[in-house]
């Protein structure tokens, strides 16, 4: 019987249009733990969205971190995401 350290998992940025999330997924592809980060769309003109990629970033490092601090109280390692 495997114990909790010995699985493994494959981590995803799902970036939207409104939105970041991490995902880990196990080797089934449940996801195991999500975090998800709202970042703001600036309206230039009519019909024209922009995105400011240093927003974009911060969200990518929040969402991670969250998803992480989530999978540790699960009790996993975040060296047990391989992908």
Not at 21 to 37: D, M, W, Y
Not at 41 to 53: D, I
Not at 60 to 70: E, F, K, V
Request: glycine letters at 8%; one cysteine or more; hydrophobic letters at 35%.
């Amino acid at each position: 019987m495997s114990s909790k350290s010995d699985e493994v998992f494959i981590g995803a940025i799902d970036q939207g249009t409104s939105s970041t999330r991490f995902l880990i997924f196990n080797v089934k592809g449940q996801i195991v733990a999500s975090h998800q980060c709202e970042y703001e769309n600036h309206y230039a003109k009519a019909g024209w969205v922009e995105k400011s990629p240093t927003e974009i970033l911060e969200s990518i490092d929040t969402a991670i971190a969250g998803t992480c601090r989530r999978f540790n109280s699960l009790g996993y390692d975040a060296s047990q995401i391989k992908g």
